[in-house]
């Protein structure tokens, strides 16, 4: 069995959903893992590859345009992030009696366990709240701690083509801890917030996106200087 096929909840079992990149996924998988004698793991050296160029084009976008790189990056993050929900969730038709809660921790696994490649320990806390720990991701050995703001974009892409698809989102999402900042796992909570809870979301994106344009002026000095 497929590490993410595996959830108890009966309704787990009738949600649907779509691969992602399917026509890519489906020459791996067919003329690929199963013709040849590659190896996998290579594909997550490829992916560090291409997550650590992200870290760097983001900051250097800081350093070069300041704000306005930074937004650039960050939309094109936030339009991947949609893309990808989309996606999975394209035609899709739920369970009738398939609740909110059940909607919402259903989805995030299938983000964290495909998506994200990450191995995952989902909860559902209650009709209001749901949570997991990400007990591996890919990332966590190679990442800096404030590298993990990118996923915040991807993040909220993919909550919006959630919200596209059924009323039944309605819930926000926190980043609790995370890995690469000397967590044991990354934990989230996705829970019904209320108007001033939504507003946290926004206001700690702006701080972060602050603090990086400080750090990349420092950054962009010290460059300047040595030159």
Same mark, same amino acid.
């Given at each position: 069995?497929?590490?993410?096929?595996?959830?108890?909840?009966?309704?787990?079992?009738?949600?649907?959903?779509?691969?992602?990149?399917?026509?890519?996924?489906?020459?791996?998988?067919?003329?690929?893992?199963?013709?040849?004698?590659?190896?996998?793991?290579?594909?997550?050296?490829?992916?560090?590859?291409?997550?650590?160029?992200?870290?760097?084009?983001?900051?250097?976008?800081?350093?070069?345009?300041?704000?306005?790189?930074?937004?650039?990056?960050?939309?094109?993050?936030?339009?991947?992030?949609?893309?990808?929900?989309?996606?999975?969730?394209?035609?899709?038709?739920?369970?009738?009696?398939?609740?909110?809660?059940?909607?919402? $921790?259903?989805?995030?696994?299938?983000?964290?366990?495909?998506?994200? +490649?990450? %191995? /995952?320990?989902?909860?559902?806390? *209650? !009709?209001?709240?749901?949570?997991?720990?990400?007990?591996?991701?890919?990332?966590?050995?190679?990442?800096?701690?404030?590298?993990?703001?990118?996923?915040?974009?991807?993040?909220?892409?993919?909550?919006?083509?959630?919200?596209?698809?059924?009323?039944?989102?309605?819930?926000?999402?926190?980043?609790?801890?995370?890995?690469?900042?000397?967590?044991?796992?990354?934990?989230?909570?996705?829970?019904?917030? $209320?108007?001033?809870?939504?507003?946290?979301?926004?206001?700690?994106? +702006?701080? %972060? /996106?602050?603090?990086?344009?400080? *750090? !990349?002026?420092?950054?962009?000095?010290?460059?300047?200087?040595?030159?």
């Amino acid at each position: 069995m497929a590490h993410w096929q595996n959830r108890p909840e009966p309704n787990w079992q009738r949600f649907r959903f779509n691969q992602p990149y399917a026509k890519g996924l489906r020459r791996l998988r067919e003329d690929v893992l199963a013709k040849t004698d590659f190896d996998p793991a290579t594909l997550w050296q490829w992916g560090t590859m291409q997550a650590m160029a992200l870290i760097d084009i983001l900051k250097s976008c800081e350093e070069t345009f300041g704000a306005a790189g930074q937004k650039l990056v960050y939309d094109a993050l936030y339009r991947t992030g949609l893309d990808v929900g989309r996606q999975i969730l394209a035609g899709v038709e739920l369970p009738q009696d398939i609740t909110a809660a059940e909607f919402v $921790s259903f989805y995030a696994t299938i983000i964290n366990r495909i998506a994200y +490649a990450s %191995l /995952e320990e989902p909860r559902i806390d *209650s !009709a209001d709240e749901v949570s997991f720990d990400i007990v591996w991701c890919p990332h966590q050995d190679h990442y800096g701690a404030f590298d993990c703001r990118v996923q915040r974009y991807f993040v909220q892409g993919m909550i919006d083509a959630s919200t596209e698809f059924s009323n039944k989102m309605g819930f926000d999402v926190r980043f609790d801890s995370t890995i690469p900042a000397g967590a044991p796992s990354c934990h989230f909570t996705l829970w019904r917030a $209320s108007g001033d809870e939504k507003a946290e979301w926004a206001d700690y994106t +702006a701080r %972060l /996106e602050a603090r990086a344009l400080v *750090s !990349a002026a420092k950054r962009r000095a010290e460059r300047e200087k040595q030159s």
